[in-house]
């Protein structure tokens, strides 16, 4: 065993853990786990006896309502189960103060894995009854576990076994906290493993000093609700967003997410987020977090589920650290969805331009001219008339005058055909003196027989420009 151990860590899913969120605040029942180091080196500078009696004072007395779940495990090179209850008179608490107080540091190793394994098998008894957990890891000692323990490695450092063992709390969603004790601590990467928030505390070891300072981390935000991965496009932009909502926080917390990977099938895509993101939770209400993502370009196509995992470079840290996810890669067409539709919508107006042009060129240009009764003209601008178009020669009380629709006054019909300007009579009965109209009106004169009997002339006068 190593001669100097400086780390006290505490592992907590805690967020009901801080000092704010006493007894009397809460009222709905929680599971409390703890794992208490008991190895020799824990006799050193009272640390058994500081960590005892503020298991004992805050945890036991402030925090533990009647209906809540103890469970203390005692490890070493091993783990032993201590206590197992539930919490629901007085005399279970003084019975797992008593058994708290009753331990001792005697044991040999400390090995972080098994207390972790004996942790998930407490838990996993405790998973369907949907009530927040909480586990709470002592110990003085970095990963130091026996030759044979599947966790042994020879230079201390986590082996594959524990980071497998890790991530399975990940994606459980319990609050974890790391405390170390030293100015030599592995709290820190302890908490890079387990995603679990930290802190250190360097100066003398007291149930005081504990208490202040998990009273500082023990609030930790939590997912509310699904984490939702948006489709990544073909270039590989995508976005992350969820909800975190406050749990025993006193007050806003602040945390940095460092990276963002998924898993999904075979592929694991890591250092998705292009910077570190800060973002600050409150203590009243839900925060909506919102994360860009750049995935590598040119992903295949297609969806697969996944694990989405966060990332901390922060103290403070949210949970679950992992999330079920959907990694749907959308193709370039999809990608470009938006760019495809305006294009089409360019080429439709483009299309209809070139028709009416068509339709304008294949029509030819307008003829003009002008109308006259007597010699004075029925309308004071000149009439133009186009092939496919039409105007009426309409009597109305012997007032003769051009019109665009057809009515009961019309008398005759203006239409372009070849070129040459058309009058054909629609009441031949008024147009006594005519026998036969001919193919071009323009130049010519007509004798119109009016409504009231009299007879007048109608000349049809060219207003073309002369070549």
């Given at each position: 065993m190593k001669a100097c151990k400086h780390i006290v860590a505490v592992l907590a899913v805690a967020l009901l853990l801080a000092a704010p969120v006493l007894a009397d605040t809460r009222k709905a029942n929680i599971d409390v786990i703890i794992a208490m180091d008991k190895s020799l080196s824990m006799a050193e500078q009272g640390k058994i006896a500081a960590v005892k009696t503020w298991v004992n004072s805050f945890i036991l007395d402030q925090l533990i309502i009647p209906g809540d779940t103890l469970t203390v495990i005692a490890f070493y090179g091993k783990a032993d189960l201590l206590i197992s209850q539930t919490i629901a008179t007085d005399a279970d608490r003084s019975a797992a103060k008593a058994a708290v107080s009753s331990l001792k540091p005697d044991g040999r190793f400390t090995d972080i894995g098994n207390a972790l394994d004996a942790l998930k098998a407490q838990l996993s008894d405790k998973d369907k009854d949907g009530r927040e957990k909480y586990v709470l890891l002592l110990t003085d000692g970095i990963q130091e576990a026996p030759p044979s323990s599947k966790y042994w490695s020879k230079n201390g450092v986590f082996n594959h076994e524990f980071l497998s063992n890790t991530k399975t709390i990940q994606q459980k969603g319990w609050k974890v906290m790391i405390?170390?004790?030293?100015?030599?601590?592995?709290?820190?990467?302890?908490?890079?493993?387990?995603?679990?928030?930290?802190?250190?505390?360097?100066?003398?070891?007291?149930?005081?000093?504990?208490?202040?300072?998990a009273g500082t981390l023990f609030g930790m935000p939590s997912i509310d609700g699904p984490v939702l991965l948006q489709p990544v496009t073909a270039s590989g932009g995508s976005q992350v967003s969820f909800t975190l909502k406050p749990s025993g926080m006193a007050g806003d917390v602040q945390f940095t997410l460092s990276d963002v990977s998924v898993e999904a099938g075979t592929r694991t895509l890591s250092n998705l987020l292009p910077s570190p993101s800060t973002f600050t939770v409150k203590k009243d209400?839900?925060?909506?977090?919102?994360?860009?993502?750049?995935?590598?370009?040119?992903?295949?196509?297609?969806?697969?589920?996944?694990?989405?995992?966060f990332s901390f470079s922060s103290p403070q840290r949210f949970a679950p650290a992992q999330a079920p996810v959907t990694l749907v890669v959308m193709s370039w067409a999809q990608s470009n969805?938006?760019?495809?539709?305006?294009?089409?919508?360019?080429?439709?107006?483009?299309?209809?331009?070139?028709?009416?042009?068509?339709?304008?060129?294949?029509?030819?240009?307008?003829?003009?001219?002008?109308?006259?009764v007597d010699d004075e003209p029925v309308q004071d601008h000149d009439a133009q008339l186009r092939a496919g178009r039409e105007l009426f020669l309409n009597d109305s009380s012997s007032v003769i005058s051009l019109a665009g629709k057809r009515t009961g006054k019309s008398v005759a019909r203006f239409t372009v055909k070849d070129g040459a300007l058309s009058l054909s009579p629609l009441k031949a009965d008024r147009f006594p003196k005519v026998k036969e109209f001919p193919p071009e009106a323009r130049g010519k004169s007509f004798v119109l027989h009016t409504e009231s009997g009299k007879n007048v002339t109608v000349k049809v006068q060219s207003r073309e420009r002369k070549k």
């Open positions: 405390l170390g004790i030293g100015i030599d601590t592995a709290a820190k990467q302890l908490a890079q493993e387990l995603q679990g928030s930290y802190s250190e505390i360097t100066n003398k070891l007291t149930p005081q000093s504990i208490a202040n300072t209400g839900s925060t909506p977090i919102r994360v860009p993502l750049q995935f590598p370009p040119g992903l295949a196509a297609g969806s697969s589920p996944g694990t989405l995992t969805l938006l760019v495809l539709i305006g294009g089409g919508v360019v080429l439709l107006v483009v299309a209809a331009f070139l028709v009416l042009l068509i339709w304008r060129l294949t029509r030819g240009r307008p003829l003009k001219f002008l109308v006259l």
